[in-house]
């Protein structure tokens, strides 16, 4: 009896397309696990980034006295405001503070000065800062720009005219990587910087409690009128609670210090806590969960006042 034997020459095409199925899935499973670690490592980035300018804050303080404001007016001619009325009140509350903060900063201080760097300023140019352009304004001093190239100076060490240019400059207290810095075209404050986090699509923000409580958006209001210090990018700071009783107020986050804030991977802020809501929210380490669910955009935020992604609870 003669046996015959066969060769198989080729797969079938039920063996190819479960072959081709296989590797789909584990692409898919390799895809999956990239992209995590991927978001896991810009996440660390956004985290250490903060923590960084969370020290330059400090630095700050060190060399200047106070921590950097959020919120400044710089008139190149120095013409502030600084009359009070009746009853001891500033007549203009944030000429009186950006004057008071100015010259603490820098005592001797004398004008005119191109906050800006543009010698050719206009001799009445005023500029009002917010908190995502003071981080980078007070941590990386005079702003410049080469071409496409834009960058910070530090501060001249001229006691009477930090934008002096041709002298010696304090360093800067944060090196911005320069691709992300931006200006803002069409503002009024457009030659200044702020900077973008590592997802690159909000700048950080920054709120500064001005070293004493009830602090922060309180400091620099205009009567009962409420006004944040990223108002552009309607953004808040986050406080803890509304307290009750005799000393009622609110209860913030680093009540005597400063917030800065990452919008996170959706690219979108949480509102904070927000005083000119009729009923503003409050938002607790326990109650992470609640809050995120109530305003999503929240959840995936990050901030030097919480180790976790805004929407993650501690106890």
């Not at 200047?64 to 404001?69: A, S």
């Not at 009002?128 to 100076?153: A, H, M, N, T, W």
């Amino acid at each position: 009896m003669v046996r015959h034997t066969t060769s198989r020459l080729a797969f079938t095409l039920i063996e190819l397309l479960v072959v081709i199925a296989i590797i789909a899935v584990l692409v898919g499973l390799l895809s999956s696990a990239v992209m995590k670690a991927l978001e896991v490592g810009i996440r660390v980035r956004v985290t250490t980034e903060i923590r960084q300018m969370d020290a330059a804050c400090v630095a700050f303080k060190t060399r200047f006295g106070d921590f950097p404001p959020s919120w400044i007016r710089l008139r190149r001619d120095g013409n502030y405001n600084l009359n009070v009325d009746m009853i001891g009140n500033p007549v203009d509350i944030r000429d009186f503070m950006s004057y008071r903060i100015l010259n603490q900063f820098w005592p001797r201080l004398k004008f005119p000065v191109n906050w800006n760097g543009d010698q050719n300023a206009p001799a009445g140019s005023v500029w009002e800062l917010e908190g995502d352009q003071c981080l980078v304004y007070f941590l990386g001093g005079i702003p410049y720009q080469q071409g496409s190239v834009i960058g910070c100076l530090g501060f001249s060490t001229d006691p009477t005219n930090p934008a002096r240019a041709g002298t010696e400059r304090i360093p800067s207290f944060y090196e911005f990587h320069s691709a992300r810095l931006r200006t803002l075209v069409g503002t009024p404050s457009g030659s200044f910087l702020n900077y973008l986090d590592p997802y690159e699509e909000r700048p950080y923000v920054y709120f500064s409690s001005w070293n004493r409580t009830p602090g922060y958006s309180d400091a620099t209001r205009q009567g009962a009128t409420f006004r944040t210090d990223c108002q552009r990018l309607g953004v808040w700071p986050y406080a803890l609670t509304q307290s009750v009783g005799m000393n009622s107020g609110r209860i913030w986050h680093r009540p005597i210090t400063f917030q800065i804030i990452s919008a996170g991977k959706d690219g979108r802020f949480g509102p904070g806590t927000n005083l000119s809501s009729a009923n503003p929210a409050y938002w607790t380490y326990q109650g992470a969960s609640i809050y995120a669910e109530r305003f999503p955009d929240s959840a995936d935020d990050l901030s030097n006042f919480h180790d976790l992604l805004m929407g993650i609870p501690t106890n």
